[in-house]
């Protein structure tokens, strides 16, 4: 069976993503174009590079993801260093260790620029803040004057990965031709994490055929829910207002979007409480994350065909069109 997958971000819950992708793979599954935000773009440039989940699980088994958490000694120092870090670089932590060993990976997989990915292989969000518009990468990248094809994949993902005050923002200089009159500072845009406007882009693939006037080609969606979901954050000053907000962009997006009329086609993967930002995962955690998305992916792909996708979603727009013919949008005087 043939489908466009997409991943949601949710820090290092996306390990579970892993083992949703080997629930999928044991039933037949391959995946045409993938998409992801966050943690989700991870998976999904693995997935386009050509690695399979056996392969990520051995990934993820072999990762100490409290690694990828780097910082210069001189900001170590407590309390003072981090919010001093914060301060100066906008992050609590360099984003170039995590960006590192996405390139290393796709390397081995002979992938470094999205030229070298079949065209529309793989798309990536991120959030520009400069501007405040969101990017699905590589092609927004133009609006920089940078050629799409050149962009590192690893890049793009790093980007997709940049939770705001964890990791620092990506830095993207205009060209020369597009900062011609602007101001040294004006030259420059900021890129974060794509959670902060789309966690879960659903949208991006739909309506598409496998040719001109053929088959719908499914969209199934791969999102991650945890124990923790619903439950109050405490709020007892700064730090634990930021990561409040920091959980609220990557667990709140499109809820109701999802809810309401794209149940048929998501992939549910129970979490077990864990945070986006427990980087310091025991192995046992990982293992159980990745157990997860095994059995979300085999208990959904068990009982799912593309005659039964698409008999929802034909009554899905049956649905939306008897909505929109009730509550029809309001006219000028």
Same mark, same amino acid.
């Given at each position: 069976? %043939? ?21 999928? =793979?044991?039933?037949? #599954? ?8 966050? @943690? ?5 440039? +693995? ?7 056996? =392969? ?10 409290? @690694? ?23 992050? +609590? ?23 070298? %990915?079949? /065209?529309?292989? +793989? !798309?990536?969000?991120?959030?520009? $803040? ?58 420059? #845009?900021?890129? #974060? ?7 879960? &882009?659903?949208? +991006? ?12 080609? /499914? ?12 439950? &109050?954050?405490?709020?007892?000053? /700064? ?7 920091? =959980? ?9 979007? $999802? ?12 979490? %077990?409480?864990?945070? &986006? ?21 085999? =208990?959904?792909? @068990? ?9 929802? !979603? ?13 509550? /029809?949008?309001?006219? &000028?005087?």
């Amino acid at each position: 069976m %043939l489908i466009n997958g997409v991943f949601e971000g949710g820090g290092v819950k996306g390990i579970s993503l892993a083992g949703a992708v080997k629930g999928a =793979e044991d039933h037949g #599954v391959e995946f045409n174009r993938v998409a992801g935000t966050s @943690s989700g773009s991870i998976v999904a440039a +693995l997935l386009a590079a050509g690695y399979r989940a056996e =392969e990520m699980k051995g990934i993820i088994e072999n990762t100490p993801f409290a @690694s990828l958490l780097r910082r210069s000694p001189i900001f170590d120092t407590k309390w003072i260093g981090p919010a001093a870090r914060l301060f100066l670089k906008k992050g +609590l932590y360099s984003g170039e260790a995590l960006e590192c060993w996405i390139r290393d990976m796709l390397k081995k997989k002979g992938v470094r620029t999205f030229a070298d %990915l079949p /065209p529309g292989k +793989l !798309l990536i969000i991120a959030s520009d $803040i400069s501007n405040g518009t969101i990017l699905v990468l590589p092609d927004d990248i133009k609006r920089f004057g940078i050629d799409p094809s050149k962009l590192e994949v690893a890049k793009a993902v790093r980007m997709s990965c940049s939770i705001p005050y964890f990791f620092d923002p990506v830095a993207i200089r205009r060209s020369p031709i597009l900062s011609k009159g602007l101001r040294f500072a004006d030259q420059f #845009v900021y890129i #974060v994490d794509g959670a902060l406007l789309s966690n879960f &882009p659903l949208w +991006l693939f739909d309506g598409e055929r496998t040719e001109r006037g053929g088959d719908i080609i /499914p969209v199934v969606g791969f999102k991650m829910v945890g124990k923790t979901e619903g439950e &109050p954050a405490r709020i007892r000053g /700064p730090l634990s207002m930021l990561q409040a907000l920091v =959980e609220t962009m990557l667990t709140a997006h499109d809820e109701r979007y $999802i809810e309401q009329i794209n149940r048929f086609r998501t992939v549910k993967i129970p979490t %077990l409480g864990i945070k &986006p930002t427990e980087f310091n995962l025991s192995v046992q955690d990982s293992t159980a994350l990745y157990q997860s998305g095994v059995t979300a992916g085999t =208990e959904f792909f @068990s009982g799912w065909n593309t005659k039964i996708y698409g008999e929802q !979603l034909d009554k899905q727009t049956r649905e939306l069109r008897k909505k929109q013919a009730e509550n /029809p949008p309001l006219t &000028p005087v």
